[in-house]
DNA sequence: ATTCTTATGTGAATAATTATCACATATTGA
DNA sequence: TCAATATGTGATAATTATTCACATAAGAAT
């Protein structure tokens, strides 16, 4: 090995942004933020020397020195990862115990699960709703998909994902009931998961109203709240990832468009040296890989 | 791109490890310790769950699944390195200006410098003595090998070899004047460069003593004092690098196998921005290649 | 056997790199 | 012209890589 490896981690920045076009779509497969990306590429550049990018504002070109070098670090990548991959070893056998908010647990983590179980058909799953990471300090759970705001002690703690909110309700109840102003809430029935706080938010952003004085049923969480609007009880307050597949088959309607950041986030979660466990982090790296935002599961 | 990369700098660190068939050789080759290499296999070993090395105490033997991944990895390295090296870029030209402590200049770099100066050819090279940064800063010379502490502020500095000590002299002198004990040594002259720190670190070293009284020359650098051993104008105190080819070449004999680290160390240095000029940086990446400690040229 | 020398392993601390955040900038298209 | 979308950037945070200082282990040398 005479010659030298430029920096691999800018390279492989590289890579995927030269194959995919885009910075962004580059950081969503990476799974880092196009900021990340965006350094790693002028550093490799300036590292090499070379303008590997013509930068036409909104969209990047593959300069010919670019064009050169992509099919073969391209190569090289690929097949690291078909050498890593091919290794001998054990099947993954034992028991994978598997936690998760109630809503992502129905409408994100269950209709993909199979894609998962499938590649690891040794391997037998239990998943349980969770709500906070209690049982993952008790040990009763291994991996957990979370709400909250992350400053969980002793834990490994990744973000996953963001969460936008918005209202949402049936479109039977839309129908005899219309909700075309924000002053026709006021007719409608609002269901809340735990507090009142997104609720809130989500009013305080689109006219500076707070609560107003309609009918307010409270349930334990999202998932149920996003159930009875399915069923007509009500307006519940969706989510951009439980929502999403009730919204497409038509089970539910998003009369307002305005959005807001929820409270807090998605975070994955296991304890301490978890990550050492081949089937923790093979969930971990899945329910990244398949995250939100990313390719839908039929 | 599907599959995961696995972290790269340990499958660097596993791919010299598997290729020289020691962890020592590896760490020389990517020019850090073997520590840091350790830490790599381990880490890479870890994540993969699968052992790459059988350890029998001194020495390593590659496992099936690891003899399985280092052709692959050995291959996409070589692709990513020849990839990059092919890139189209301006040739280097312009001036070079280098400066170097005297021992090393003459002794190291002089009879290595055609090397370097072949693989650019259109580089004007400028080499100037220098025991300090000053002419860097004055932007007079643009790197050095440099002995010191290294803590020069606002420089771009990098280790690149430790100094061990032992006194030198020539075959001739101690033919008449014997050298068997460190008695001896007093009837002979020494040769100070610069202080009397180094000999006075070997002295104690050896036995407690500090300076006996005996004749003492001081000299500058320890380019005039190797000189003048080579000479037979009595003893001095020769260092690892820079007696080597004299001790080889028979000019100069080591009549003490102790040795002492120097007080100080090599270091190379350059501006704080330097290491973005290309030349600079082949400059820097030939001397650490090149490095004492490997492969001498003859 | 005992010591020397050479090689690898390890935990804690440091250095360096990579990633995020919070904006800024720029382009396209409604 | 104003959103909406995409990239760029400096400052900071988080994570990785590396060193350090010492431990362990096995051949080689005496």
């Not at 992350?150 to 219309?178: E, M, Q």
């Amino acid at each position: 090995m005479l010659g030298r490896l430029p920096p691999l981690y800018p390279l492989r920045a590289f890579e995927a942004t030269a194959r995919t076009g885009s910075v962004t779509a580059a950081a969503r497969e990476l799974n880092i933020t196009h900021s990340a990306v965006s350094h790693q590429l002028r550093s490799l550049e300036n590292y090499l020397q070379v303008q590997l990018f013509r930068r036409s504002g909104r969209g990047l070109l593959l300069t010919s020195e670019g064009a050169a070098l992509l099919p073969e670090v391209t190569f090289a990548f690929e097949k690291i990862i078909s050498a890593a991959a091919g290794l001998e070893r054990p099947v993954m056998t034992g028991e994978l115990r598997i936690g998760c908010v109630p809503g992502i647990l129905n409408y994100w983590l269950m209709p993909r699960l199979d894609d998962f179980a499938r590649t690891y058909p040794e391997l037998r799953l239990r998943i349980d709703a969770a709500t906070g990471p209690e049982a993952i300090y008790r040990s009763t759970l291994d991996v957990a998909i979370l709400y909250g705001d992350g400053a969980w002690t002793d834990l490994w703690v990744k973000r996953w994902n963001d969460v936008y909110l918005f209202p949402v309700a049936s479109p039977i109840l839309l129908n005899s009931k219309p909700l075309r102003s924000l002053r026709d809430l006021s007719k409608h029935r609002l269901l809340f998961a735990g507090d009142h706080r997104e609720w809130q938010s989500w009013l305080s952003d689109a006219d500076g109203l707070s609560l107003m004085k309609c009918q307010k049923i409270t349930m334990s969480d999202a998932y149920l709240t996003t159930q009875a609007a399915v069923l007509g009880q009500g307006v519940a307050l969706g989510d951009t990832i439980t929502s999403e597949p009730l919204l497409e088959n038509g089970s539910l309607i998003a009369p307002f468009s305005r959005k807001v950041s929820g409270t807090q986030r998605m975070y994955v979660v296991c304890r301490m040296g978890g990550m050492e466990d081949r089937t923790v982090r093979a969930f971990i790296d899945w329910v990244f890989a398949s995250r939100a935002g990313r390719a839908v599961v039929s």
